[in-house]
């Protein structure tokens, strides 16, 4: 079965969501999804079977077990199954549901008819085996920080997304106005599905473009152009050695929205930040997560 993939299904406190999400990102899982269970929730991951053996699977539950133990609440179930590659990537689409996010954005699978007109900007999405589908707090914070930078008013504004995963937040800055943005994964299946999200929505490659690779690449892609804006939703480790970087192709006036990030991992990115002329304006959180809204020094 060198094509079939690990469904893993975790039932578990709703207060060990955002955990066990993150400790999913880390082990490599793609197409996450939650569902409602009474009291509980399942949250269903996958991953491709070259990736990991049953005992990297029974390390991971470990892992569960200790970070339930560690904050107190009862230990989740963890169960896995193959399923053949043509099943995976639907397999979770059916318990994913059209989400309003922060005042202006309306996420909505790509398989569902369409909506009726809004006010809200619509963003169609089909992540594929790309991170991004709004459902998760990360997500949902970097997108209600863009309200606030982007706007018709500013609409020159010229942008990166750095890890841009399934394109979500590319999107979105396109949606509320920005001129051009430059979105880059090392992953080449979020890349095409990037593409794929930008084709849905009607973005011309010109004004959203999306290549592999990471923050190096972009002096290439801008021409050398400073940007006004970075975006960023990975991991925290990830974040602090990009942080240099990130103060290279900064314009003066450039602002940043960077998450991904636990609250026990928000001291040392300040520290970085602050080590390479950044201010940190604003720091969101929602649960165990943060979102950093900074600016240039």
């Not at 005042?103 to 089909?126: G, K, M, N, V």
């Not at 106005?177 to 080449?188: E, H, N, Q, S």
Request: net charge negative; proline share 5%; hydrophobic share 45%.
């Amino acid at each position: 079965m060198a094509n079939s993939w690990w469904e893993i299904q975790i039932l578990c406190d709703p207060d060990l969501e955002d955990l066990i999400f993150w400790r999913l990102e880390k082990f490599g899982c793609r197409g996450m999804s939650t569902e409602v269970k009474g009291y509980s929730l399942l949250l269903r991951a996958h991953l491709p079977q070259m990736q990991a053996q049953l005992l990297d699977l029974a390390a991971l539950s470990l892992w569960l077990r200790q970070d339930a133990l560690t904050v107190g609440v009862s230990v989740p179930v963890t169960q896995w199954h193959l399923i053949d590659e043509e099943d995976w990537s639907s397999s979770w689409k059916q318990h994913w549901e059209p989400q309003e996010i922060g005042d202006r954005f309306l996420i909505y699978p790509a398989w569902l008819p369409l909506p009726e007109p809004s006010e809200r900007h619509l963003l169609r999405l089909d992540p594929g085996a790309a991170f991004g589908t709004g459902n998760h707090q990360t997500t949902q914070l970097c997108l209600e920080a863009l309200e606030m930078r982007i706007s018709e008013e500013n609409s020159d504004l010229v942008v990166a997304d750095i890890g841009c995963g399934s394109g979500i937040l590319s999107i979105g800055a396109v949606l509320l106005g920005a001129k051009t943005v430059y979105a880059v994964d090392i992953d080449p299946l979020a890349v095409q599905a990037a593409r794929s999200n930008r084709d849905l929505n009607e973005i011309s490659a010109q004004r959203l473009m999306v290549e592999r690779g990471s923050i190096d690449v972009l002096p290439k892609l801008t021409g050398g152009q400073l940007v006004n804006g970075i975006l960023c939703n990975i991991l925290a480790e990830v974040i602090i050695d990009l942080i240099p970087e990130m103060s290279a192709i900064a314009s003066p006036n450039c602002w940043g929205i960077l998450s991904g990030v636990l609250l026990e991992q928000v001291k040392p990115i300040a520290d970085t930040l602050e080590q390479h002329d950044w201010i940190v304006a604003t720091l969101w959180k929602r649960q165990d997560w943060c979102c950093f809204n900074i600016r240039r020094s």
